[in-house]
Structures are given as C-alpha cells and as structure tokens.
C-alpha cells in the first residue's frame, strides 16, 4: 500500500535516520545504566548522557546543569507547573496561562485549583496572540507563574515571549513556556527570551518519543521545583528514574541536527507552506486561521467553509493531516483553540491544519493542494450548505434544530 | 477509528446525491441539524401514487458516517410507503453500516431527516404533521 503523504508533523515527526543510527548502539553495547558510577558500562552510558545534555543546552542557549531529562514535554509540564507552585506557593497562590495552551498545561492549571492554586485563563486576541495588556493586568502581587506556549500547536502563532517574560518579571513572577513546537523549528534562546523554564519534546523535532527536557533556569534567578517523580534522586533530584539513555541520546542529536540546519529549513519549509496556503486560499470561501506574520514556519490551518474537517480528511485518505472538528468526541466540541481565536462553531468545524516537517517535499505539497481542492470541491457537492450559501440564502438566519 | 466498509462504500460513492424541487407538493424536505454541531443533513423524497416514494435525494454536511447514513437512508427509501418509511429506525442503520458508538447520533440525525421530510409533505398535502420523539444526540 502506498503511504499517505504526512502532513501531521505537529502532530509527531519521522525520527531522522541520523538520530537512530546515534541511538542504535545504546540499546546493545552501550547499554549501561548512567548512574552506575563504578564500571565502565555505567560510565559509557553516562558519557553519552552529558554528551546529549551539552547538545540540548547548545540548542538553547543554557547550561548542561540546567537540562532535566523528562519523558517528554507533557511530563516537563507537569513538573514545571505542579513544581513551581509546591516550591513557591509561600510567596503566593496565583498562576497565569491562556485558553489556548496544551492540554497539559490546562489539565495541570485545573489539577492545581483544586490544591488551592488561583488559575487565571487569558483569552487570545483574534489572530491568536496574548493580549500584553491583559496579561499585566492579570498580574497580582500573589502571581508566582505565568506558563505562556511559544508557539500554538494548532495554528503555528508564535507568541511574544520576551515581552510576556519582562511583563512576568517585573511583577516577580517566573516564566515558564511550552516551547514544543517552537524548540528545533525557530531560535530559541531562554537568556535572550527571558524564560525561566522550558518545556519540550524530542519527537516533534525527529527524534525519538518517550523522552523531552525541561530546562530550569540556575541563575538571576535560581529556580526550584519540587520533584514530581520521587526515588534514586537522579536529574539534580528534581526527576527520579533511570535515565533513558538511547532516548536521551537521540534527543541531542535530533537537537544538534535542528540547531544547524534550522535556518535553511525554516526558509525552505515556509516557502513550501506559503505556496500550499497562498493555492489553497485562493479557493472561496477558505480562511486562514492565526496570525501569519508571527508564526512557525511549517503549519498552516485552513477553514474551508461549508465543508465538515472530518469529512474532509475521509475524502484525502492520501494526506495524514489533523483537523479541528472533533465529530468523534462525545461532546462534538470543535477545537477550543479556534473557538478561543473567536472563530465561529462552523468554521472550526471546517479547520485543516498542515504540519510540514523536514522530509516534506515540493511534489509532496503539489499534491496535498491537488488532493485539498479536489476534496473540498467533492464535499461541497455534497453539501446542502454550499447549496444555501450559493443560492445566496444567509444561512445565520436559519433556525436550525439543535442537536 | 477505521471506517467499515459499507461507510467508506457510501461515502466513496454517496448514493442519490443531489436536489428535487422543494415547492413541488409531491417533494418533502428535511433539513436537520446544525452547522456549529458539525452535521447538518437535508434529504428530500417524491411521492408517488399510493403514498410510494418513488425518488429521495440528499446532501449532507458532516463526517463520513454522517454522509454515509443518509446516503443509505436515500437507498433504503426509494419505493417504499410512507409507513414503511416511518418505520426506519436508527439502530437499523447503525447495524447495517456498523457505526461505532461514537457515530450513533449520525444514524440519529438520519432517521430525524427521513421523519421530518416526510413531516413536510404531510402538511403540503393538508395531513397532520405526526408528532416526533425529540430525540437527543
């Protein structure tokens, strides 16, 4: 069977061949536990560890001490969060983050309030962006947190971290960002952007699932968190259990490779984008969703009016992409990530989101438009909206039975 | 989630596709379902001689299981009595397509179309609208 065409990097990304070929020997030879102090296997496998650590700190900007091994970025998020708030919750009670944050900053937000902690949920402005005026307003002398996404899963909006990192400063809060999506595909400095802690994942940059870091900051100011993971003290005692040393080890590399050719892959990858966006809107009725000057270059999110996103991706069985309609769910509640940029129930319904990644290629994307364009038009035969709308009915004006 | 087969048969080649004559008297009309619920269906029948429909036609807004249980409805109506048609249940097409319990409110939204297209040529015609279960789904 001929394989789809994989725009789902946001999704998960291919582990690169380069980072198996790092791994291999770490799960045979080299297969020492890295806290084994007393033989040689214990040290190979520790080499490798501080190897990787040194390329995860050369990606952003920080120190090896700095980097606490995870097993991925939801974990780091947890620590972070639940972490911070148990370290400082003498200081205050009071944690700032937005509506259209990963689950698991949401879900560890909604966990803590019921441990005591205040969660103020920022709303977003239309093109996805945090509102800088509301976020300081938001700020109380008891705010400890802010936890602001670097850049949006769904729509690729990158957010303006260092302005949001000096507004949580100055109010003597931390900042704490879950750079997913954003670390290996953009710079990421955590210095330049002012961030305190960092979480992320090594399988959205081509490196392996199951392992992800957060960074802590140890200097001006000296963060702390309590462990979530308690036992044999490993990761500076803030994230106990043996390391996962092949995992570990792809992470780096996955993070050396993103470090030296982010920069021609960006170019390259958002000239890809644009092209399938720029064809893709050209057809009516679509809509681009988020910001476009301030996001990551390889995701695109489009709402093709009239046309239901679950149905769509039945029509492109040739294209592996994500869409915001969520007909499978009990509740039947699109994306509450579109719905928070204020778009309508409809059009989120509508929402295809394309994440391009390092193996995408040109054909791959002259494909997608052909499959995109010949799936919308499909569906919108068979859509008694598009029948409305073209007979010029204003379709809000129907009372319709709701379900 | 996989598709079953008769959904993915359905959807590839949606039977009755298209749109009969809304103010002729011998057309019913169903429009169920909402655009910010993600489906909306409108399935249309002819009535024939001796209360037979004799064409349905339909267009559909929504998943693959969604536009699959209308295409089939459309099928399964064509040359049956009013009576007989009122007689589609739901669960009928859940069996038939092997809907996942997730998809069950397709079905629903089905049989809601069917009912209230027939509904509409019941008051064209000067009959008593027959009162519907409110279904939830």
Redesign the interface.
Known sequence: MKQPIYLDNNATTPLDPRVLEAMLPYFTEKFGNAASRNHAFGWVAEEGVDYAREQVAKLIGCTEKEVIFTSGATEADNLAIKGVFEMYKDKGNHIITALTEHKAVLDTCKHLEKNGARVTYLGVKEDGLIDLAALEAAMTPETILVSIMYGNNEIGVIQPVKEISAIAHRYGALFMTDATQAVGKIPVDVNADGIDLMAFSAHKMYGPKGVGALYVRRKNPRVKVTSQMDGGGHERGMRSGTLNVPGIVGLGKACELCRLEMESEAVRLSALRDKLESTLNKMEESYVNGNTQHRLPHVANISFK??????LM??MSDLAVSSG??????S?E?SYVLKSLGL???LA?SSIRYGLGRFTTEEDIDHAIEITQKAVNHLR???????MFKEGID?SK?E???? | ?A?SEKVIDH?NN?RN?G?LNKDSKFVGTG????????????LQIEVGEDNVITDAKF?????????ASSSLATEWLKGKTIDEALSIDNMDIVEELALPP??I?CSV?AE?AIKSAINDYRVKNGLEAIVLEK???
């Open positions: 009239y046309v239901e996103g679950e149905g039945m029509a309609s969520a007909c499978t769910s009990a039947l699109p309508s129930d409809d319904h035969e068979l859509s008694p909206l598009w029948e379709l129907i319709w039975a709701e379900h | 989630m598709y959807y949606p596709v749109t429009l169920v379902g909402a655009p910010e619920c993600g489906d909306v269906m409108r267009k559909t807004f929504g998943c693959g299981s969604a536009i997730v998809k409110h939204l809601d279904s939830h789904h």
